[in-house]
C-alpha cells in the first residue's frame, strides 16, 4: 500500500524555538496533504489542508502565522511550529491523498511534540 | 459542532466473539466513509471504506455496514482478536474533500 514518511517521530524543545515536521508521501503522488492534530483521548482535528505549489487553507481557529505550512511538491509537505510553546505540545499528524486513489487518506506515523 | 460522532469511547469483547463500533452522522452531503485504526504513538490507518451507494462492504474480518436514512455506520469486526486492540476512527468524506473525523472507540479485545 501507499506510505507516507512522517519525521521525526518525537521531538522535544525548548519553549520559542521552532519544530518542522516533514511529511514525505514515499510511492506516490500527493495532490493534497493533511496536516493534523491530536489531543489525549480526543478526536483527529484537521488543522489545514495544502495543496502542492499553493498557499495552505487554514481551519478556523489555527494560527497561520504559528502553524507555517509548505507543500513544495506532489511528494513533500511541512508544518514549521514557530516559536513553539508548552500548549503545543500534541501529537501531529499528516496524511496524504493520492492523485490516483482519490477517497483514501494515508496517514504518516505521527510526531509527538514536547515543548518545554 | 460534532458532525461525526462515535458515542461509545471504549468498548471490550472476548477474543473470538464479534466487535461491533458504531459511528453517527449528521451531514447527509457525506458520501463516503472510512474506518481507521490507530496504536498509541502511531498514525492511524486505513481499514475499510463505503461508498454512499451501498449499504454493506466486507474485507475478510471486517464489515462496514451503512444505514443512509439513519445517519449511521458501523464496523463488525468478527472473529475479534487480541491484536485489534486499538482506537478505531470513523471519517465521513463530502463535496469539499474534507475528511472529518469521529471521535474514537477504544476496543480492547480480551484474550
Known amino acids: 500500500g501507499a506510505v507516507v514518511s512522517q519525521h521525526p517521530s518525537r521531538v522535544i524543545c525548548k519553549s520559542g524555538t521552532s519544530v518542522k515536521i516533514e511529511c514525505r508521501s514515499l510511492d506516490f503522488q500527493a495532490t493534497t496533504m493533511f496536516w493534523y492534530r491530536q489531543f489525549p483521548k480526543k478526536s483527529l482535528m484537521l488543522m489545514a489542508t495544502s495543496n502542492e505549489g499553493s498557499k495552505a487553507t487554514y481551519e478556523q481557529g489555527v494560527e497561520k502565522d504559528k502553524f507555517l505550512i509548505n507543500h513544495a511538491s506532489l511528494t513533500l509537505s511541512t508544518l514549521t511550529v514557530t516559536s513553539a510553546h508548552p500548549e503545543d505540545s500534541s501529537f501531529y499528524i499528516c496524511s496524504a491523498r493520492s492523485a490516483v486513489a482519490n477517497e483514501k487518506l494515508f496517514f504518516g506515523s505521527g510526531t509527538q511534540l514536547s515543548v518545554l | 459542532d460534532q458532525q461525526v460522532k462515535q458515542n461509545s469511547p471504549s468498548l471490550s469483547v472476548q477474543e473470538g466473539r464479534i466487535s461491533i463500533l458504531n459511528c453517527d452522522y449528521t451531514?447527509?452531503?457525506?458520501?463516503?466513509f472510512l474506518w481507521y485504526k490507530k496504536y498509541p504513538a502511531e498514525g492511524p490507518t486505513f481499514l475499510i471504506s463505503i461508498s454512499s451507494i451501498k449499504d454493506k462492504n466486507e474485507d475478510g474480518r471486517f464489515t462496514v455496514f451503512l444505514n443512509k436514512s439513519a445517519k449511521h455506520l458501523s464496523l463488525h469486526i468478527v472473529p475479534s482478536q487480541p491484536g485489534d486492540s486499538a482506537v478505531y476512527f470513523c471519517?465521513?468524506?463530502?463535496?469539499?474533500?474534507?475528511?472529518?473525523f469521529g471521535t474514537g472507540t477504544r476496543l480492547k479485545v480480551l484474550a
Open positions: 471519517a465521513a468524506l463530502g463535496g469539499t474533500y474534507k475528511y472529518i
Open positions: 451531514n447527509s452531503m457525506f458520501d463516503y
